[in-house]
């Protein structure tokens, strides 16, 4: 049975401004924001829908988190520069430039591994497995350039994608690895 990956994360960047007052933007009544200079150096702000989070920093740049697909992501910057603007804050850029960052995905290949086999079948080049720190077997596929997470479960966390197409390549690559080894049912 083929698996196929689930878009937990989406992290995408723009500027949508050259600067911000950020406590102007606390006192204009930004609803749900959180500001404190001395714990971190950008504004926190949460929206519901399209579900995410923003970092806003003081250069005018954005950190958008937590959307479930690239188009959530877009639409959420989008709505914030609308909502930037309604506020009252100038010269607002409502058509950035957005960047993808990184997008994490999962996938389960509905079996279990044993993680210290793959580890000794793939050698010590794209492989790092250490039980005691860290349960999972971490493999860096170098095309497309993602980080595999590699659970005994069959479970996968698929982290460093520009495009759902990284994610579903990096996929492919462990399947057909651990089929040629005959880890696959």
């Not at 990184?102 to 790092?128: H, M, Y």
Request: charged fraction near 25%.
């Amino acid at each position: 049975m083929e698996s196929t990956i689930t878009i937990e994360n989406v992290v995408a960047s723009t500027a949508l401004a050259t600067e911000f007052d950020l406590v102007k933007i606390m006192d204009s009544g930004l609803e749900g924001a959180e500001y404190n200079k001395t714990k971190f150096p950008g504004l926190v702000y949460r929206i519901d829908n399209p579900k995410a989070a923003f970092l806003i920093f003081t250069s005018g740049k954005v950190v958008c988190t937590g959307a479930k697909t690239i188009n959530n992501a877009h639409k959420a910057i989008i709505n914030l520069a609308n909502k930037l603007k309604d506020i009252g804050c100038d010269k607002i850029n409502l058509e950035p430039e957005i960047h993808v960052q990184n997008i994490v995905a999962s996938a389960d290949l509905k079996t279990t591994l044993n993680l210290n086999t793959i580890a000794i079948a793939f050698g010590l080049e794209n492989v790092e497995y250490e039980p005691e720190v860290f349960p999972g077997l971490i493999y860096r596929v170098e095309a497309p350039r993602v980080v595999v997470l590699v659970f005994s479960s069959g479970k996968l966390v698929i982290t460093g994608g520009k495009c759902e197409e990284d994610c579903n390549g990096g996929l492919r690559i462990v399947r057909k690895e651990f089929d040629n080894l005959g880890l696959l049912c």
